[in-house]
């Protein structure tokens, strides 16, 4: 005869480590498109020098006058999960 309580610690430890597998993987998520110094630290990497505004919006990160050490100001738009530039729009003036 089959134990019921062996089942039930089995189906239980499964569970367990199925919940473990998916909380780490999801937690980085919310936390990258809400950090502002991560694209700053991005935008430093890609060889702006100073920007007027990071914001959220539509699943993008939108940079508003970065400048370059050129002086080369553009507009940006910025993937949330692998932080790829999206869009480059330079402004003119």
């Given at each position: 005869?089959?134990?019921?309580?062996?089942?039930?610690?089995?189906?239980?430890?499964?569970?367990?480590?199925?919940?473990?597998?998916?909380?780490?993987?999801?937690a980085g998520r919310d936390d990258a498109h809400e950090?502002?110094?991560?694209?700053?630290?991005?935008?430093?990497?890609?060889?702006?020098?100073?920007?007027?505004?990071?914001?959220?919006?539509?699943?993008?990160?939108?940079?508003?006058?970065?400048?370059?050490?050129?002086?080369?100001?553009?507009?940006?738009?910025?993937?949330?999960?692998?932080?790829?530039?999206?869009?480059?729009?330079?402004?003119?003036?």
């Open positions: 005869m089959i134990d019921v309580s062996r089942i039930l610690r089995l189906a239980s430890a499964v569970a367990l480590l199925g919940l473990a597998t998916a909380v780490p993987a999801s950090d502002p110094a991560v694209v700053a630290e991005r935008l430093q990497h890609m060889g702006f020098v100073e920007w007027r505004n990071i914001r959220w919006s539509h699943g993008y990160w939108q940079v508003d006058n970065a400048k370059r050490a050129n002086g080369h100001v553009y507009d940006l738009e910025i993937e949330s999960g692998s932080f790829d530039l999206v869009r480059l729009r330079r402004e003119r003036g």
